[in-house]
């Protein structure tokens, strides 16, 4: 945090301007976030682009390959990038829903703007941790405390956990017998990973109801890690830990004693989850083919839940492969498959990098031109 006697970066005190929302407290400022290992992930990124344009050159025939080229339908395919803008326009909207009720005065312009930033730091880094640090900076950055936009991520997280946990359980209960003959493996993988993310919501529940044992469990098992010399400075970790677990219990209290907000957060992002599988059925009528809906529903389901939880930037390698194996069973033919899996992982991985890019550099520069009119006035 920046305090008083800390000397402010020229976008620092062009952003923090009373005339762009209110005016805040300089010990509220933020400073911005750092990724560790951020080229190696952007690396593994353009890699992976390297790796799915070579999949879609040799995994189809040439006259396959061509035909899925020429059945083509791009008022289709544009309405699944539209669908793509949905999808971070429901996002917005929940974070919307949070901010009138704790920061009412903030726009829904800046939260867009930030949803599409988190996004594309989602993207870059593993298990989509980065998003919600720089989405608490830029927050922070339009004018919104940090007391504010830290508690609201972390109730969009818990409903974004609560909802694509119900989605996910109506998936498995009404289709997953559809899938078990064809790939029985594949569907053991989605049940898995279906597990980890119950296992997570359940956590986040513990800590809401049991608060007290779980930090008597976290420490009990530091202390003993420590002793074994597994962990050093277990003291450290006692502090930190217990921290996280402070700021979930009250954000978990919170949302409880906000019914009506949890349920239409939660509303939102059924619709929001929906729209988004629903990519993959108007990329394949894009492709000239038909298919059941709740089927390619059910797919791209599955594919999220497999790769939710694999440690690499969006999943990479899990979602391509999962993609790929689940659609074989409702494509005619490879070429189709390939070209599917290249514009779905294209419009719902590299489209939101490179316009997420695009934000943040534009959004940095813009304050580097006002930092530099404020000096000239200060001058």
């Known amino acids: 945090m920046a305090n008083d006697n800390q000397k402010k970066e020229p976008f620092e005190e062009a952003i923090l301007e009373p005339n762009l ?27 992976a682009f390297g790796m799915l344009v070579g999949y879609l050159f040799f995994a189809g025939e040439g006259e396959d390959m061509a035909n899925a080229l020429s059945s083509m339908r791009w008022p289709w395919l544009v309405l699944a990038v539209l669908m ?3 999808y971070w326009f429901f996002e917005s909207v929940c974070m919307q829903i949070f901010s009138r009720d704790m920061f009412p005065k903030f726009r829904f312009r800046d939260t ?17 941790s980065g998003g919600q640090p720089f989405q608490a900076y830029y927050y922070n950055r339009f004018g919104m405390p ?37 790939n029985s493996a594949l569907t053991t993988l989605v049940v898995i990973g279906f597990i980890g993310g119950l296992g997570l919501l359940l956590m986040l529940l513990a800590i809401a109801f049991w608060r007290n044992g779980i930090v008597k469990l976290m420490t009990w098992a530091f202390k003993l890690a420590g002793k074994m010399h597994i962990v050093k400075d277990p003291e450290k970790r006692i502090v930190d830990t217990t921290k996280t677990i402070d700021d979930a219990y009250n954000e978990m209290r919170y949302m409880m004693k906000k019914p009506r907000l949890f349920a239409r957060s939660i509303a939102v992002t059924f619709v929001q989850l929906l729209e988004f599988f629903a990519i993959s059925y108007v990329i394949m009528r894009g492709l000239g083919c038909d298919g059941d809906f709740l089927t390619v529903i059910s797919c791209q389901a599955f594919v999220y839940m497999i790769s939710s939880f694999v440690p690499t930037p969006g999943a990479m390698g899990a979602a391509e492969t999962s993609y790929a194996l689940f659609f074989s ?3 005619p033919s490879a070429s189709f498959v390939a070209l599917s899996t290249f514009i779905w992982r294209f419009l719902t991985f590299y489209f939101p990098i490179v316009t997420g890019m695009f934000v943040t550099l534009a ?17």
């Not at 694509?164 to 899938?179: E, I, N």
């Not at 959004?363 to 009119?373: H, L, P, S, Y």
């Open 84 to 86: 793509v803008v949905g």
């Open 21 to 47: 929302l209110n005016e805040i407290a300089p010990e509220t400022a933020m400073e911005r976030p750092h990724i560790k290992g951020r080229l190696l992930n952007v690396v593994l990124c353009i890699f």
């Open 329 to 331: 069973t409702i494509y």
């Open 363 to 379: 959004m940095n520069r813009g304050d580097a031109v006002r930092a530099q009119e404020a000096n000239k006035n200060l001058e």
């Open 112 to 128: 867009f703007l930030c949803t599409i930033i988190g996004q594309y730091f989602n993207c870059i880094t593993p298990l989509s």
């Open 146 to 182: 940090l007391s504010k936009s830290m508690p609201m991520l972390v109730s969009r997280f818990v409903t974004y956990q609560v909802a694509t946990s119900a989605f996910c359980a109506l998936v498995l209960l009404f289709r997953l017998h559809y899938f078990v003959e064809e």
